[in-house]
């Protein structure tokens, strides 16, 4: 028991020497204009002149309209509740007559939780796998197209309510959103694109270009991610030429938003956009310079390679968002987690995520030079400690992924939600159907959606992120238990989804 406070906690913590390479992106360096100003003197409700989120007429429709004209969109909604409600709402919106959903299967968990709640049926795209990373690829147009075809073929276009992916990847993996959203709207089907990851994008010529210029009709992004603004702070776009009902857009927008939205979050919005409108090209271009320089100097290291822009143009990755560092140690002394540990705990530098085979450091313009220079520092060392400790052991091939086995899934997620359960040890699912999710957090991916079948890939696969202290969700207690489905499998509609793999 550390018998303090949440706040005594935070206020020790920010008081030390810890460098944030993580969200939120403004890595609590702020504006001078904003140093010792208290969140209450500004935390108000919907008092006169000061207009409503939920019925925009004054202030808000104004600042929106204007963040709107600066993004180039037809309509920009602020956010208070994360790109979550923004993904809630806009799936809802596209999905309320339809019954199914052609999603990346490789998502965040809000928009199967979407899924879930408007009990659709999913058809996923498998994301292709970057063999030399062991990690997700982008999603294939030609793999959209095959899908839509078949359900045009089939006559069942008209239950598909939407596309969704997730570009880019918590990874920085961009696809290729240009002939996505054409393919999509030569079937006359929207595309909404998670962009949570990506508010910064179009912001600078070396950033990606975001979705909302390339055709997408929704388009959600997470300022709080990676622009200086407030935790759970987003937008949601919807695109200049959408095809998209956008009154039931804003109908759910007020149904998953709070009815008393901050006044501190939503001006932490309007602060964040007015500073980008009045200055783009500096502060990235000064980004930009920092991870480029950092790239450069990592070049000379023997046992740590950093993930750049040689993976574009292959396994559908159109472009990649040099913001998020992804550290890969080469040697076999680390792996993710454990080089997550020494960062964390030698050099006070606090990385993103772990995943088994690498680290994620996100960046963003309120990054300092002290901060490159210390993560650069505390690599450099880390990769001379490995030469002068172990003799250079690579494993060729250290981060290719075995192949997965093709993912099952047996019902829809909301059946196998709503179906009786039984929790059993993991040990024993094999060949059971899973009845909730089960993610690591980061990323809130499943790696079982309900009604997908646990085979001995995945529970491997799972075992060996507990086993290296990664945060699974779903799997519970000391005896590491799953739940699933009491109903036998066969009693559950079969449907193959893809022979594609799974992570
Ligand atoms: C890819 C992706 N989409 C959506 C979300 C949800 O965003 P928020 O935390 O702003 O609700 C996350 C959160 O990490 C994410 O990684």
Known sequence: MENKTLYEKLKSYTGEDYYPFHMPGHKRNV???FKNVSPFDYDITEIDGFDNLHAPSGILKERMDKVSEFYESKKSYYLVNGSTCGILSAISACC?????????RNSHKAAYNSVLINELETLYVYPELIEDYGINGGISPKKIDELLKNEMEEGNIESVGCV?????TYEGVVSDILSISRICHSYKIPLIVDEAHGAHFSMHKDFPISALELGADIVIQSLHKTLPSLTQTAILHIGKN??????????????????????VLMSSIDECIERLMKDTFMPFDRLQKEINELHEKSRQFTNIK????????????YDFDISKIIIFPKSNQYNGQSLYNKLLEKYHLQPEMASLNYVIAMTSISDTKEG???????????DREIRLYELPLFKENKFKLKKTSEATSFSKISDAVESKKEIIDIEKAEGRVGAEFVYLYPPGIPVIAPGEMYSSEIIRYLKECMKNGLNVIGVKGEKKQVAVTAESWSALEFKRLSLYDLF
């Open 242 to 263: 959408s095809i998209v009902d956008e009154g039931a857009v804003e109908r759910y927008l007020s149904i998953y938003q709070t009815s008393s939205p901050s006044y």
């Open 31 to 33: 504006d001078v204009s």
């Open 96 to 104: 309320k007559n339809r019954k199914r959903i052609v999603m990346a």
């Open 306 to 317: 950093l993930m750049g822009r040689e993976i574009t143009g292959k396994n559908s990755v």
């Open 372 to 382: 490159f220079d210390r993560l650069f520092k505390a690599l450099d060392d880390i």
């Open 164 to 168: 969704y992916i997730t570009s880019p």
